[in-house]
């Protein structure tokens, strides 16, 4: 049955006023009537005057007795919101909450704004559409009210107007009607309720009769629907973006990057509920219809410094009193953790923060992915300029460096027009929750264009000077002269933001990338700045400069020695670390050098450890055009015990030209490489069949590994879990062994993490086709 005109009186009278009309004429009559009402809950409807939503009011005593001749009075006796058949059409239907037979008994109606919803209403008899009126009530928040669009009514209507809240009957048998309902594009995100009035005329009076359905009806951003603000028209895209649960986070450094297999888990359990909570905290009610205001909401709420977010960060190395950032699978544990306790938890780093941002963002329906910069700025002065100090013979001035260049640093991208930027500037927007700077006095960033962090149009908001100096920063070489004036002796020009890496939605990878020997990663670096030295970046540098509190950078002076140190990226841990340093004249005289190299251990952010090796370079010779290489080593005995969560080190050498005074200075990392986790487990597996996973690896240290454990979960098969290990002998082979259990079907994913005192974080993944 197409749409029915159920009173064509009533709409005629609403038209073009589609849920005020038939309030104001009833409550002009109402008013003629002296208000007399009742109800099936004793209430006054809030849309009548004088109304009240206080379920305990008692209903009015001196109502007269009802007409025992009159046709029984129409009641709402059921309302199915038709759950299986409406979460298929709003891409929903993985959302844990919307079956009962997964993990719990819950089963809510998961939608998305500005697309159309069916419900089967059931009463006591036949439908009148000549007698019978029915109102529809839907109410946000904690304080509902018209004027702030949080409290919704409408009649049923033969009309579909468009951006609108509205409803229609599109089927009818014996006592049920069937009924959609349509909610506007920019409907707030969040639990609404519902109420079904059905209003019954006499010629003395007016009586309201009220359904509450028990339930709330979750409403979610809609990137399918083109009216909607995080609109992506790419399926393929969407499918990575919003849909899938598990992904890669990318860490390392720049010449060794490696894939994290991570768990965002957006439809498990209570992550949805625990993301509306964060909104709740922060976020107004009328202004949960805007993705730009959510998400940077979101990148503060995430880290916990000003509001008692989720996660408390860590970079100490010493995690006595929570868990270490390594030891985290996937982003569930952490919300259905903090969702329950309501209490921050600990403790995160940068990768973490990031896969947390990940799954709100997607649960709540804003495409996101998470992105990796390594060699990623850190500017705390706004010159948006990288800035080195040292003394006249060529020691760092640690007391003047506050800058420095993390080996990676991972935050997100978010897609959303940008209504509130120029034309041209939506699209992928730049949000960060890891705490590093405050933005109008509280952690967060973005969401910042990239299209203007490209260009270098920093002006526009959010945070456009911290993220470009993230990116494109240039590295300044600072000399402290004994009249106490800075002088800028070196700038590098294409030593940050490299290789700018997200999990790739779909296709193929190209050979550039394939270097890096991982197929699902997908360099981004050209959406976030023009070819390293071409005209466009450093106009880009240029325009971005103009923002900067510090002038006069760019300028050049000749430099006749040249300097470089080679590691090997294929180090494993336990095998000696061997440097190569090397010294060119490339001028037309005699050079002198002296300078010093060191080798340390270091955190990802580039903060130092320990000390591992320490050389002086001493009156190396040059003559014109001539070159020499000094090697030096490391033996594993002298480091395995000085090493940070990652395996990273930090490689400095300062070279200081006699006759010229130049000075080259090189920083450059290693990161030693763990030992690969192999996996064994069945391609394809039946819903409620447990099967075997299997997991090994031989222990490359000359030490017993000590505290070992398998963290381990996979969306729709199984929830976080941890499982201690023995001891794993030097040089042994391990071996480890566990059973699951899948309860939902189609393709997913089992993501494995060995953790042990000495190594950190040795992953795996293997994907699963559940029947």
């Not at 450094?253 to 509306?276: A, E, M, Y």
């Not at 494993?572 to 002198?592: A, C, H, S, W, Y």
Request: aromatic fraction near 10%; glycine fraction near 8%; charged fraction near 25%.
């Amino acid at each position: 049955m197409g749409r029915r005109n159920l009173n064509n009186r009533r709409v005629r009278r609403s038209r073009g006023r589609r849920g005020r009309g038939l309030t104001w004429s009833l409550n002009m009559e109402l008013s003629a009537l002296g208000r007399r009402f009742v109800s099936v809950n004793g209430n006054r409807p809030s849309w009548l005057p004088g109304g009240s939503d206080d379920r305990d009011s008692e209903p009015d005593t001196d109502e007269t007795a009802p007409d025992k001749s009159a046709p029984e009075v129409l009641s709402v006796a059921a309302v199915n919101l038709d759950i299986r058949s409406n979460v298929q059409r709003h891409h929903t239907a993985e959302f844990d909450i919307t079956d009962a037979a997964v993990y719990d008994e819950r089963e809510f109606l998961v939608a998305r704004r500005g697309q159309p919803f069916t419900m089967i209403i059931t009463f006591n008899r036949k439908y009148d559409p000549g007698a019978d009126d029915l109102r529809f009530v839907f109410q946000f928040g904690s304080r509902p009210l018209p004027t702030k669009g949080t409290h919704v009514e409408f009649i049923l209507s033969a009309d579909d107007v468009k951006g609108e809240w509205g409803g229609w009957i599109t089927g009818e048998a014996e006592n049920a009607l069937t009924v959609e309902i349509t909610t506007p594009p920019t409907a707030f995100v969040g639990k609404w309720s519902m109420k079904i009035d059905v209003v019954k005329r006499s010629d003395t009076s007016i009586n309201v009769y009220r359904y509450e359905h028990k339930d709330p009806i979750y409403v979610l951003f809609n990137p399918w629907c083109k009216e909607d603000g995080v609109f992506m028209k790419d399926e393929h895209l969407l499918n990575e973006y919003i849909l899938n649960e598990t992904g890669k986070i990318y860490s390392g450094s720049h010449k060794r990057i490696s894939p994290k297999p991570w768990v965002f888990g957006q439809f498990t359990g209570d992550v949805l509920d625990c993301c509306l909570y964060l909104l709740d905290k922060s976020v107004k009610d009328q202004a949960r219809g805007d993705p730009v205001v959510v998400s940077r909401a979101i990148s503060k709420q995430v880290n916990c410094p000003d509001d008692d977010g989720v996660l408390e960060g860590n970079w100490s190395g010493k995690y006595t009193d929570g868990t270490s950032p390594l030891d985290w699978t996937g982003s569930v544990a952490i919300l259905e953790q903090f969702y329950k306790t309501k209490t921050t938890v600990k403790f995160g780093q940068c990768w973490v923060f990031s896969g947390l941002v990940t799954t709100v963002c997607r649960a709540l329906g804003i495409p996101a992915r998470s992105v990796t910069n390594f060699a990623s700025a850190h500017d705390t002065d706004g010159s948006i300029t990288i800035d080195s100090h040292y003394d006249a013979e060529g020691n760092p001035l640690k007391e003047y460096d506050d800058d420095s260049v993390w080996n990676f640093h991972v935050w997100n991208d978010v897609w959303m027009s940008r209504p509130d930027l120029p034309a041209g500037y939506g699209g992928w927007q730049a949000i960060d929750a890891t705490p590093q700077e405050t933005s109008e006095g509280v952690y967060c960033m973005g969401p910042m264009s990239l299209r203007a962090i490209k260009e270098g149009n920093v002006n526009l908001p959010y945070d456009g000077p911290f993220v470009f100096a993230e990116v494109n920063a240039d590295k300044v070489v600072w000399i402290l002269g004994k009249d106490g004036a800075m002088e800028r002796k070196q700038v590098e020009k294409n030593s940050v933001g490299k290789f700018i890496s997200t999990k790739r939605a779909f296709g193929r990878a190209t050979w550039r990338e394939m270097l890096h020997g991982d197929p699902d990663r997908e360099d981004v670096t050209n959406q976030y700045k023009f070819e390293e030295g071409s005209e466009e970046e450093r106009a880009a540098i240029r325009q971005a400069s103009k923002f900067s509190k510090r002038t006069d950078v760019y300028e050049t002076t000749a430099e006749d020695v040249k300097l470089s140190v080679v590691s090997d990226p294929d180090t494993f841990m336990g095998n000696d670390i061997k440097l190569t340093v090397t010294l060119e004249n490339t001028g037309q005289e005699r050079r002198t050098c002296n300078g010093t190299l060191v080798l340390g251990s270091m955190y990802y952010t580039g903060v130092f450890h320990r000390e591992l090796l320490s050389r002086k370079i001493n009156a190396v010779e040059l003559v014109p055009g001539q070159t020499k290489s000094m090697e030096y080593s490391v033996p594993a005995t002298q480091y395995l015990d000085d090493l940070a969560d990652h395996c990273l080190c930090k490689i400095s050498c300062v070279c200081i030209v006699k006759e010229t005074r130049q000075h080259c200075v090189i920083q450059d990392e290693l990161r030693l490489r763990k030992p690969h986790l192999n996996i064994k487990a069945p391609d394809a597996v039946k819903v409620g069949d447990s099967f075997s996973v299997e997991v090994s690896f031989e222990n490359p240290l000359p030490v017993t590994l000590t505290q070992c454990e398998l963290r381990v979960e996979g969306p729709g098969i199984q929830k976080p879990v941890v499982y201690a290990q023995n001891n794993i002998d030097a040089k042994k082979t391990f071996l480890g062994t566990f059973k699951m259990t899948p309860v939902k079907v189609g393709a997913k994913e089992i993501v494995v993490y060995f953790n042990c005192r000495q190594i950190s974080a040795i992953t795996t993944s293997h994907p699963v086709t559940v029947a």
